[in-house]
């Protein structure tokens, strides 16, 4: 079921080129998108989780569900759980990966690359996802595929993230020696 959440902040973006998690693995895009809790969009989004999760295990649906989100197995978690990162505490998030790279666009719907430098971890985007439920030999979940990003708006960088902005440099006269600055 394709979701698409609304000005929420991106953080842990892989969206030019698939990475292995911890070098295991196959290569993979991702993100994370953090929402506040009483956002509105996350009502629609449990709704929609619920749906998946009826659409794949019909009456039983309501207690899979139930020991999924106990054991942190739903696409929407609470960022408390990753508390050490900007961004999460007080936060839910979605965590979203594919293994085809996902639409990157900008608010005209132009194409951004990676030396675009947008988007950023700690920018506002709108996020395209898509909803499944898993049931396999590595257990039963509902995961979110990334199928797009589109930049929405600038944010604080999160640590590590994003360029520098000219404000962190000297303003050298022409003609400036390198003594001049020391």
């Known amino acids: 079921m394709k979701v698409k959440l609304n000005n929420v902040r991106l ?8 990475k292995t998690v911890n070098g295991e693995g196959k290569p ?14 996350v009502k629609a989004l449990n709704q929609a ?11 039983k649906a309501e207690a899979v569900l139930k020991q999924m989100r106990a054991q942190d197995k739903v696409a929407l978690h609470d960022g408390d759980l990753k508390s050490a990162y900007d961004g999460f505490p007080g ?33 506002y985007v709108n996020a395209s996802v898509e909803l499944w439920a898993q049931d396999n030999n590595y257990g039963k979940r509902v995961n979110a595929s990334l199928r797009g990003v589109q930049f929405f708006k600038d944010g604080d960088a999160f640590a590590g993230g994003g360029a520098a902005s000219e404000d962190e440099f000297d303003d050298i006269a022409e003609g400036a020696t390198a003594d001049d600055l020391v």
Do not use: H, M
């Open 91 to 123: 936060n839910l998030y979605v965590s979203a990966r594919s293994a085809t790279r996902p639409l990157v666009i900008g608010g005209d719907k132009s194409p951004l690359t990676e030396q675009d430098g947008k988007p950023y971890a700690g920018c």
């Open 49 to 59: 989780i619920e749906q998946v999760a009826k659409d794949k295990w019909g009456a």
């Open 11 to 18: 953080a842990f973006p892989v969206l030019f080129e698939a």
């Open 28 to 41: 993979a895009f991702s993100a994370s998108f953090l929402l506040d809790p009483a956002d509105p969009q």
